[in-house]
C-alpha cells in the first residue's frame, strides 16, 4: 500500500517556526507536493520538490530527501492567517494522481 | 494561477435521489480531472481519475455504478452520486493539474461542493 504520515497537529505562537513533517512510502515516487487547506475551503498548492534539498518560496519553505522518503514544510513569521490543515502529497506514477498525506491541523495563537 | 470551478458549492437531497456535482477549468484545458472525497477532520482520498473522451478509472473500493463521471469537453467534468444514501454525505472536490516545465504538475482544486443527504 501507499501511506503518507503526518503529525495530526502543531501549535505555535504568532511569529514562530513551525516544521511539519511528512514521511512517505509509495509504490512509485515523482514528486512531493504540499497543500493548505483552511476549515471548509479547498487545497491550495504551496511547494513541490522533485528533487533532493530546500525550495524557498516567501515565508514557506519545503525540503525533500529522497533517499529517506522524508520531507517537511517550514512556515516562518508565523501569522493567524496560516492556522489550517497541511497536506503534503506524492505523485507516484506517471499519471498525475496524487496521494495525500494524513494531514496536519497547524494552530497558530497570539 | 489558473481556476477551477465547482457547482453546486453546496445541495441537500433525500435519500434515494442523484446528485450530479459539475467541475469546470476555466482558463485552461484539462484532459484530466480527479474527484476526491473529503470526510470532516480527515485527508483528501482520490476517489477517481476523469479522462476526457474516455471511461473514467475508479480507485479500489470506488462503486462505478454509484459514482458516476462523464469529461465530455477539456473543460468540464461532472460526478453524479446515484441513489444517495446519508453515508454518501461529505465533501467532493474536483481538480486538474497543470503541467508546468521544471515545475512537475501543480493541481488546482474546486472549492468543493458539500453534499448533505437526510
Known amino acids: 500500500g501507499q501511506s503518507l504520515e503526518q503529525p495530526s497537529e502543531v501549535t505555535a505562537v504568532e511569529g514562530a517556526i513551525v516544521q511539519i513533517n511528512c514521511t512517505y512510502q509509495?509504490?512509485?515516487?515523482?514528486?512531493l507536493s504540499w497543500y493548505q487547506q483552511h476549515d471548509g475551503g479547498a487545497p491550495t498548492f504551496l511547494s513541490y520538490?522533485?528533487?533532493?534539498g530546500l525550495e524557498e518560496t516567501g515565508r514557506f519553505s519545503s525540503f525533500l530527501s529522497r533517499s529517506d522518503s522524508y520531507g517537511y514544510l517550514l512556515l516562518q513569521e508565523l501569522q493567524m492567517k496560516d492556522s489550517a490543515s497541511y497536506f503534503c502529497a506524492v505523485r507516484s506514477s506517471g499519471f498525475q494522481k496524487l496521494v495525500f498525506g494524513t494531514g496536519t491541523r497547524l494552530l497558530v495563537s497570539p | 494561477g489558473a481556476v477551477v470551478s465547482q457547482h453546486p458549492s453546496w445541495v441537500i437531497c433525500k435519500s434515494g435521489t442523484s446528485v450530479k456535482i459539475e467541475c469546470r477549468s476555466l482558463d485552461f484545458q484539462a484532459t484530466t480531472m480527479f474527484w476526491y472525497r473529503q470526510f470532516p477532520k480527515q485527508s483528501l482520498m482520490l476517489m477517481a481519475t476523469?479522462?476526457?473522451?474516455?471511461?473514467?478509472?475508479?480507485e479500489q473500493g470506488v462503486e462505478k455504478d454509484k459514482f458516476l463521471i462523464n469529461h465530455a469537453s477539456l473543460t468540464l467534468s461532472t460526478l453524479t452520486v446515484t441513489s444517495a444514501h446519508p453515508e454518501d454525505s461529505s465533501f467532493y472536490i474536483c481538480s486538474a493539474p497543470e503541467l508546468r516545465r521544471g515545475r512537475g504538475d501543480t493541481q488546482y482544486f474546486g472549492p468543493g461542493t458539500r453534499l448533505t443527504v437526510l
Open positions: 509509495t509504490s512509485g515516487f515523482y514528486g
Open positions: 476523469s479522462n476526457e473522451g474516455s471511461k473514467a478509472t475508479y
Open positions: 520538490n522533485a528533487l533532493d
